[in-house]
């Protein structure tokens, strides 16, 4: 039987992101605000703090922080 740390890591290598999601991941990632975003992408900047809350979500993660160092662990993006 797997524990739930083994659970949890099966679980973060399948996270389904979708490409809106890994472009504001990789923006973050290389310091970009949200403003900045925005108009990179185009959207709202309630759009993106929606995307945002769904990227926690999705992820399970609590900070942004924390999503970034999961997905270059896990390869999410």
Do not use: H, P
């Amino acid at each position: 039987m797997k524990s739930v740390s083994e659970k949890n890591s099966v679980d973060q290598a399948n996270i389904q992101l979708s490409d809106l999601q890994k472009e504001i991941i990789r923006l973050i990632k290389q310091g970009s605000t949200t403003q900045e975003i925005a108009l990179v992408t185009g959207f709202t900047l309630d759009k993106l703090t929606v995307e945002r809350k769904s990227i926690l979500k999705t992820t399970g993660c609590q900070t942004m922080f924390d999503v970034i160092s999961r997905a270059n662990k896990n390869n999410w993006l």
